[in-house]
Structures are given as C-alpha cells and as structure tokens.
Nanobody, 119 residues
Framework: QVQLVESGGGLVQPGGSLRLCCAA?????????MGWYRQAPGKQRELVAT???????NYADSVKGRVTISRDNAKNTLYLQMNSLQPEDTAVYYC?????????????WGQGTQVTVSS
C-alpha cells in the first residue's frame, strides 16, 4: 500500500507563503492526476489544485494566481507553493493521487497537514 506523507504546513501571517510537499512511499503506475485538497472546520473538503500525468493544471478560483502546483517524478513528490496567504486559506491540506486502471478509480490520500493563516 502506497503511503502519502504531507509536510510544510504551519502558522503563517496574512500575506505570507508556504510550500507544501507530498512524498509518496513508492512509485505508482497509471497515475491519472495528482492534487491538493483542503478542508476547513465545518466545511466540506474542496479541491485546491490538480496536475494530470500530462502536466495540465487546474486551480480553484479562490487560489488562482496565488498557488502553483508542481511535481518531481524522480522523487515521487508533489508540491504546492502558496503565496499571499489569507485567513480563509486556513485548513487541513490533503495530498491526493488518482490512479485509473481499466476504468476503476483508486484514490490515495495523505494524512493532511495543517495550514493556519493568522496574525
């Protein structure tokens, strides 16, 4: 079973930056996409950004222009660079890898890393 481990969360002041990392314990085949999601207290988990195996990226409107998703295939690592952070970005951030094999979807999730934006 592949494990995803997130790191890089923490407390940052409004306007600050953080870089989240997600390391996979092994290389996965048939990856369709990799992404970051977040869940704030009392809210549903929502998409932040995804990147497909072909390199296409997608961002939530709320983070466009402030967030960049990237990956290092050689290191089995996914990144999320977040700039101009605001209090509404406070949430637990989860890494996700979606694998599709013969039409069956397999979702892998990390345990989450807390991001708190506060002065």
């Amino acid at each position: 079973q592949v494990q995803l481990v997130e790191s890089g969360g923490g407390l940052v002041q409004p306007g600050g930056s953080l870089r989240l990392c997600c390391a996979a314990s092994a290389r996965l085949l048939n990856i369709y996409s990799m992404g970051w999601y977040r869940q704030a207290p009392g809210k549903q988990r929502e998409l932040v950004a995804t990147i497909t195996s072909g390199g296409s990226t997608n961002y939530a409107d709320s983070v466009k222009g402030r967030v960049t998703i990237s990956r290092d295939n050689a290191k089995n690592t996914l990144y999320l660079q977040m700039n101009s952070l605001q209090p509404e970005d406070t949430a637990v951030y989860y890494c996700n890898i979606l694998v599709i094999v013969t039409g069956i979807r397999y979702n892998y999730w990390g345990q989450g890393t807390q991001v708190t934006v506060s002065s």
